[in-house]
């Protein structure tokens, strides 16, 4: 089983939809949770991180942290075009010396 | 004002030619990183460097060395390249202490003929 599991894409869903991407993992030492949105042709970018369990928001953007469970989700609301890109999660522990591990991203399209 | 900058953004070889690859970064951070990416997008660390000393080293074939002049630059020298050598190489940045809080530079696509 790998360390993270991300579910399979790609994913297409039209103008103003809400959007929940989701991760799996299966180290419970994972204290840092984080979402980055990567567009065709760029590097990553850092959308959203959470340390713990928890929700965090941030304007269209809630992510969640279920550590119980080991899953970890980013919802979406009113999803725009500019939207469409590859989201990854990834997750470490906390500390020096500690790595990101990240999920194999998926590919959102958002159709106008 | 780029924050972390790559050189090249391609590079296209032959089989069994080294080559190198640059970064810098502006955003006085003391950690660089070096991820590669697949053609199925997974995203994998392979080195990283703190204040130009090597921490994670993630069992990658010793063709590939990192060098860090000073903490703004991480190179990647890539020795007798192959075939699976292939992928997209991104640099990263961040201070020590919020490993967390990555910036990547655009990466540099990698095609090995």
């Known amino acids: 089983q790998k360390e993270v599991e991300q579910d399979p894409g790609p994913l297409s869903v039209p103008e103003g939809a809400i959007v929940s991407l989701n991760c799996t993992y299966s180290?419970?030492?994972?204290?840092?949770f984080m979402w980055y949105r990567q567009y065709s042709r760029k590097g990553p970018e850092l959308l959203m991180y959470t340390y713990s369990s928890g929700n965090k928001e941030d304007g269209r953007f809630t992510a969640q942290v279920d550590k119980s469970s080991k899953y970890i989700s980013l919802f979406i609301r009113d999803s725009q075009p500019s939207d469409s890109a590859t989201y990854l999660c990834a997750m470490s522990v906390s500390g020096a010396n500690s790595k990101l591990t990240f999920g194999k991203g998926i590919t959102l399209s958002v159709r106008p | 004002d780029t924050a972390v900058s790559q050189t090249p953004k391609y590079l296209v070889t032959q089989m069994g030619n080294d080559k190198s690859i640059k970064c810098e970064q502006n955003l006085g951070h003391d950690t660089m990183y070096w991820y590669k990416q697949d053609s199925k997008k997974f995203l994998k660390i392979m080195f990283s460097?703190?204040?130009?000393?090597?921490?994670i080293n993630e069992t990658v074939p010793n063709r590939f060395s990192p060098k860090s002049p000073d903490k703004a630059h991480l190179n990647l020298h890539i020795n007798s390249l192959e075939l699976g050598d292939s992928a997209v190489y991104f640099c990263?940045?961040?201070?020590?202490?919020?490993?967390?809080?990555?910036?990547f530079g655009p990466g540099t696509r990698l095609l090995v003929l």
């Open positions: 990263a940045s961040s201070h020590w202490s919020e490993q967390e809080t990555q910036y």
């Open positions: 460097y703190n204040n130009k000393e090597l921490i």
């Open positions: 180290n419970s030492a994972f204290q840092y």
